[in-house]
Nanobody, 126 residues
């Protein structure tokens, strides 16, 4: 299984970025996908998750209304659209996957995801 995250970069506060994650080697259409982030000196934290159908999504409270997770099962891609970025969003962002063919299941902890991408750095300047 490979998860390749991309789209990170340097952006000013208030700006936007779109992260992408290309998956291969897993049954993407039956997998719950998640985005996590880890800031320097902090633990990895949940950001967003989407069920395999795309019908269920959930977000960390501090990003609700600013971030949107979506997926394209035909392309084995998951996205994280990040708007109104803040300096506290600065972190390495990771995509993660877990096979679970339930239409509404989501997972919120890093330990629940067996597959991880390499991370992409997002830096938000004030």
């Amino acid at each position: 299984v490979q998860l390749q995250a991309s789209g990170g970069g340097l952006v000013q506060a208030g700006g936007s970025l779109r992260l992408s994650c290309q998956a291969s080697g897993l049954t993407f259409g039956g997998s719950v996908m998640g985005w996590f982030r880890q800031a320097p000196g902090k633990e990895r934290e949940f950001v967003a998750a989407i069920s395999w159908t795309g019908g269920s999504t959930d977000y960390k409270d501090s990003v609700k209304g600013r971030f949107t997770i979506s997926r394209d099962n035909a392309k084995s891609m998951v996205y994280l659209q990040m708007n109104s970025l803040k300096p506290e969003d600065t972190a390495v962002y990771y995509c993660a996957a877990r096979y679970h063919r339930s239409s509404s299941s989501l997972y919120y902890t890093a330990a629940e995801y067996p597959y991880w991408g390499q991370g992409t750095l997002v830096t938000v300047s004030s």
